[in-house]
């Protein structure tokens, strides 16, 4: 096997990589939502808006393999990040409550998943996005040379 294919073979595994943490997210956030019945709050939905379009579109980069894959994915995921991260500190009490986007309705910072004392469903969403854009900077970077 030549270098090329090689390369071309661990890009290819960095999208699916992507493809397959966008995917567990996603049937995550529907499991926590239709089978263990926890109602998703409103920066929830934000989230699940940015994650449940990677799953098609890294699906669609890898056959064939798309380099390009990149600027349609990291805006997203980017977008995705955000509201993660907002959601994220909500949670945690660095946002006080008088300013939460949740008044009505299911809470933000309400805790339905609390493994480890600090695993949560938003440090999940979290870290789903941040690895996404981890891998695409070292695909982005790879594909530079």
Request: proline letters at 6%; glycine letters at 4%; one cysteine or more.
């Amino acid at each position: 096997m030549t270098d090329l294919d090689q390369t071309s073979n661990s890009n290819w595994t960095i999208v699916f990589m992507c493809w397959s943490i966008a995917s567990v997210a996603t049937l995550g956030s529907l499991f926590f939502s239709e089978i263990m019945e926890f109602p998703p709050c409103t920066l929830c939905w934000y989230q699940r808006i940015f994650m449940f379009p990677l799953v098609l579109i890294f699906l669609a980069g890898l056959f064939p393999f798309d380099k390009s894959i990149i600027k349609y994915a990291l805006p997203i995921a980017l977008a995705g990040w955000g509201f993660a991260f907002y959601h994220y500190l909500l949670y945690s009490g660095f946002i006080p409550e008088s300013i939460q986007p949740c008044s009505q309705g299911v809470s933000c910072s309400e805790t339905y998943l609390d493994l480890f004392g600090f695993i949560t469903i938003p440090m999940l969403s979290l870290i789903s996005f941040s690895t996404i854009i981890i891998l695409l900077f070292i695909l982005r970077r790879r594909l530079a040379k």
